[in-house]
């Protein structure tokens, strides 16, 4: 994922900046300063959650009818998930 012509083409294409982060031993000068790998982070815990929340079986199959009743078990697995990270 570290290529600069690589990040300057998606820039120029499509508008996208790639904030995927530099590998360690990088030759060049780094082209990001932080701001936007801050973001990255924040972004792949946001991530594991939801695959975590993915792995309990009501809320994956939505066997429930009710709106109210499924977003009541997607409240108890996300209770169930920050009590066991706690």
Not at 15 to 21: M, N, R, Y
């Amino acid at each position: 994922y570290d290529s600069d012509p690589h990040d300057e083409l998606l820039r120029q294409r499509f508008g996208v900046e790639l904030i995927a982060p530099h590998k360690r031993n990088r030759k060049r000068k780094p082209t990001q300063d932080g701001r936007t790998l801050r973001c990255y982070n924040r972004r792949w815990k946001v991530e594991r959650f939801f695959s975590w929340l993915q792995s309990f079986r009501r809320v994956k199959t939505r066997y429930e009818y009710n709106d109210q009743n499924y977003l009541g078990m997607v409240q108890l697995a996300s209770i169930k998930i920050m009590l066991r990270y706690l």
